[in-house]
């Protein structure tokens, strides 16, 4: 967003007589910028009507708030001097999910109401405004010399929204859990429309459209899944993709040890095959190729597979469903080991999933997943772990609901430090003798009240207040004149950086080990990502560590920077400098 301009969501409390939602509080000093409000207006506009284009002379600050309908609301920056110069923000504002949008008086701005219903605003300013006489300059709604940048022709108040799902055909929206088909769905979360997190922008593409998505989290009060109900369509997320597991450390170390698991556990024979599904890079299936076993990745985004094949992993580049799993049975043959680490909790549709581990599995075969544990995102207040790739979030209990339906049993979980902290479940057809862990950790989240919709309100409010935190934290470090830098450009730091609107007023730039990324700017934020010696060449006073996943080694690795004064910003489960 342009800088100065702030989105902040306000939490409805619906009951039976309505709702109660706190507006505005004079200590949200977090968002309020240090601005002191001194007028409260109501502003009511018919469908279709534009209120455009207009700026405060004397520095003026606007607060919108819609209490009714929706409105379409557009800041353009046209300051010689800015480094945003030309670049606009288009935001839609609606009752159903209210939000305060903050507009410095010297953008060129306006508003239009949408829909078929009259909207109804709460307009609140830094400067006491008279309607009759407004202190204010002003252009005509069709002023040509406003050009959109995304389109490069003049601004048309007319044209749907960008952010508008209906224009694009590559988002659908669910309207039943995904493991239990019921309707007992409950929105307790929304991180905002956000673009995808894992769509890393090129230069020439900033001028351009940039999508978001709506990100909200359901819980279904039937089988305890939490989910997302608004589904982008994996060929918009995975044909070209930015995310390697070779290029982390970590990961190669991870995966080392759950091949050796998997040798352990269940002592495939040599003519075994491993199919690995999203399978990346291969690093995973190198691991199982050192111990003499058949592999063959499944990998649908071409750009990684083509690395994969380059290191000598055979790697069919398709996404898996039931025809792909018949076509691999018939010339492979039945698989004795499959996987899907870190990409279970994709897949939309789970029952044609689990048909085709059915086609393709052997009778005594293993099928073992690894997704992030919904016990630690709560616990740990690991929202940012959220995003659009990740479709469910899995606990225990409805994880055994869903193998059951399609005649398998969960024979064992362990608890794994990956991503947050993960559970690695294996699941297999015939009846085994069930591991006591997975009695435990049932009981463990009987015990969190993971059945309950209070228990995810609360994590719901505890989000807010983070993010209240952390901008305040970096707001005083600016002021104070740090250099901030971002470390790390994971996906889970770009829901972040969305979702608290930091961006390059905040960062100077970001550094990620990760070759694709490199030379790119981050989705919705547009902050540079370099390579990781600019890091140590150009040390700043603070790191804001994105990717806190890997905080200790981090912390390790970076010694000598710390040595010498610099200092990091660990944002997750507590904003905290160390």
Excluded at 143 to 165: A, C, F, L, Q, V
Aim: charged residues 25%; aromatic residues 10%.
């Amino acid at each position: 967003m342009l800088p100065g301009v702030k989105v902040y969501d306000i939490k409805k409390i619906p009951d039976e007589r309505g709702f109660f939602a706190e507006l505005l509080r004079l200590d949200w000093s977090s968002f309020l910028e240090d601005d002191n409000i001194v007028q409260v207006n109501l502003s009511m506009s018919y469908p279709g009507i534009i209120r455009a284009w207009h700026r405060h002379s004397r520095g003026q600050v606007d607060y919108l708030c819609v209490v009714g309908g929706a409105l379409k609301v557009c800041a353009y920056d046209d300051r010689e001097s800015s480094k945003t110069k030309g670049q606009l923000d288009e935001i839609i504002l609606t009752d159903e999910k209210p939000q305060i949008v903050r507009i410095p008086g010297f953008y060129w701005h306006g508003t239009k109401g949408m829909g078929n219903e009259p909207s109804l605003v709460l307009y609140l300013t830094t400067k006491l405004y008279d309607y009759r006489n407004p202190d204010e300059e002003r252009r005509p709604w069709s002023d040509s010399s406003i050009i959109d940048p995304r389109t490069g022709e003049p601004y048309d108040w007319n044209k749907t929204p960008h952010m508008d799902r209906a224009k694009h055909g590559d988002i659908i929206l669910r309207m039943v859990c995904r493991v239990c088909g019921s309707k007992k769905l409950h929105k307790f979360l929304s991180l905002g429309p956000t673009p995808l997190a894992n769509k890393f922008l090129r230069e020439n593409q900033l001028g351009s459209p940039e999508v978001f998505y709506p990100l909200d989290v359901y819980f279904c009060s039937n089988c305890y899944l939490v989910q997302l109900l608004d589904v982008v369509s994996p060929k918009v997320m995975f044909e070209e993709y930015a995310y390697l597991t070779g290029a982390s450390k970590p990961m190669q170390i991870h995966f080392s040890g759950l091949a050796e698991d998997v040798i352990q556990s269940f002592r495939p024979s040599e003519n075994s095959l491993v199919v690995d599904i999203g399978s990346n890079d291969g690093t995973l299936l190198q691991c199982f190729s050192k111990f003499g076993l058949r592999t063959l990745g499944i990998e649908p985004a071409t750009n990684i597979a083509r690395l994969a094949e380059a290191k000598g992993i055979q790697t069919v580049n398709d996404f898996f469903d039931e025809e792909c799993a018949m076509k691999l049975h018939k010339e492979y043959g039945p698989a004795n080991v499959i996987l899907a680490t870190n990409v279970f909790a994709h897949v939309d549709d789970l029952e044609s999933f689990l048909r085709s581990i059915n086609h393709l599995l052997s009778n005594d075969g293993v099928f073992i997943i690894e997704v992030p544990y919904l016990l630690n995102l709560l616990n740990n207040m690991e929202f940012d772990t959220i995003y659009h790739e990740h479709l469910s979030y899995f606990a225990v209990h409805p994880l055994v609901y869903l193998f059951r339906k399609f005649g398998m049993e969960v024979v064992d979980v362990k608890q794994v430090p990956v991503h947050g902290g993960s559970i690695r479940v294996f699941v297999q057809r015939s009846a085994k003798q069930q591991s006591q862990n997975v009695a435990k950790l049932l009981l463990m989240e009987q015990e969190a009240k993971l059945d309950s919709l209070k228990t995810y309100l609360k994590f719901a409010d505890e989000v807010a207040l983070l993010k209240e935190k952390l901008v305040r934290l970096l707001k005083v470090l600016k002021k104070e004149g740090a250099r901030i830098t971002g470390y790390g450009a994971p996906a889970k730091g770009n829901i972040l950086l969305n979702y608290c609107n930091i961006g390059t007023d905040v960062l100077d730039y970001i550094t990620d080990t990760t070759p694709f990324k490199q030379g790119c700017y981050t989705p919705g934020m547009h902050i540079p990502v370099f390579p990781e010696k600019k890091f140590h060449e150009e040390p700043p006073s603070y790191a804001l560590l994105l990717a806190w996943n890997y905080a200790d080694e981090i912390l390790q690795k970076e010694s000598e920077y710390r040595q010498k004064g610099g200092k990091f910003i660990l944002p997750i489960p507590e904003p905290k400098v160390i």
